[in-house]
């Protein structure tokens, strides 16, 4: 087995999305090469209502699929297709957009006015970027759980791991989505494809990602300490790890264990032409894209 080894770790950035939301981005808008086939990552907790009640009103999607992890509070949302529903705690919605829909999503707390949650964005393949839209809406409860015998929890939303396979099928990147816990202390490996990308995004606890060679730590602060740069954030960290080659990550957990999502998937390389939430191959498809956001024809 070979040791994924970290390719780069940043801190996740604040900012503001839809009419007002305060989030923060660990990737997105910038080389589209970084995380291929992943576009952007938000990471959208919060615990003050007034900072993100006026939500994501109707705006277009097109080439596409949007990926909504829900921990805490609900999201509603509806589209122009007339599909709608709510996302509860646990949930998670893979929406395709395909050839193109308008949407909207609105957070609402829970009885703390928490509202925790998570958004990927991954690319679709010129051969899929005009196909007809879809939805798997998937209830927490569907989600396959597995518990080592060291106390490792994992709950595997898309892919196959130790033999579980998640409810979410047909995507193009063949992606794995892993939320993952373990605790204090405790050294894991996990397998991933070799052919894939891989990135994990820590939201909870301290820990460590290592190589054959270098100790690698997950970095909040901008400042090293020897070998290792260590969390010391231990309550919402806001970390992403880039990994390079190889067919397995491991992790050392802290004193309070170590949560994180563990996202991997088949690179597409192809041009990218981006548009906020429409993604092309080309500049030509955006501004066909944005004309028939103009003239009403964008649906179909």
Not at 36 to 46: A, G, K, S, V
Not at 139 to 164: H, L, M, N, Q, S
Not at 169 to 189: N, T
Request: a negative charge; hydrophobic letters at 40%; charged letters at 25%.
């Amino acid at each position: 087995m070979s040791i994924r080894p970290v390719r780069q770790i940043s801190s996740a950035q604040a900012t503001m999305e839809g009419a007002g939301v305060h989030l923060h981005r660990a990737f997105g808008f910038q080389d589209p090469t970084m995380a291929d086939p992943f576009l952007l990552f938000d990471d959208f907790r919060n615990e003050r209502p007034a900072d993100y009640m006026a939500g994501f009103p109707w705006h277009p999607h097109r080439g596409i699929e949007t990926i909504t992890y829900v921990l805490a509070g609900t999201v509603d949302h509806g589209d122009s297709l007339g599909n709608a529903g709510t996302l509860g705690a646990g949930d998670v919605q893979w929406m395709t957009a395909g050839r193109g829909i308008l949407h909207q999503e609105m957070p609402k707390g829970d009885q703390q006015g928490r509202m925790h949650g998570f958004q990927l964005w991954a690319n679709l393949p010129s051969s899929l970027k005009m196909t007809e839209p879809r939805y798997q809406d998937v209830k927490g409860a569907d989600i396959p759980v597995i518990v080592d015998d060291d106390g490792t929890i994992v709950r595997v939303v898309c892919g196959e791991f130790w033999g579980k396979r998640g409810p979410v099928d047909g995507i193009a990147a063949e992606p794995q989505y892993l939320d993952i816990f373990v605790p204090a202390g405790r050294r894991k490996a996990f397998p991933v494809d070799t052919r894939r990308q891989a990135f994990a995004y820590i939201f909870e606890g301290s820990g460590s990602f290592r190589d054959a060679s270098n100790p690698f730590g997950v970095l909040t602060e901008k400042e090293f300490a020897g070998e290792e740069l260590t969390i010391r954030d231990e309550s919402g960290n806001r970390t992403l790890v880039l990994f390079d080659a190889g067919d397995e990550v491991v992790v050392q957990a802290g004193e309070q264990g170590i949560r994180f999502l563990l996202v991997s998937g088949a690179p597409i390389r192809e041009p990218v032409a981006w548009h906020g939430p429409i993604v092309m191959n080309t500049r030509e498809e955006l501004i066909q894209a944005v004309t028939e956001l103009r003239n009403g024809t964008f649906i179909r």
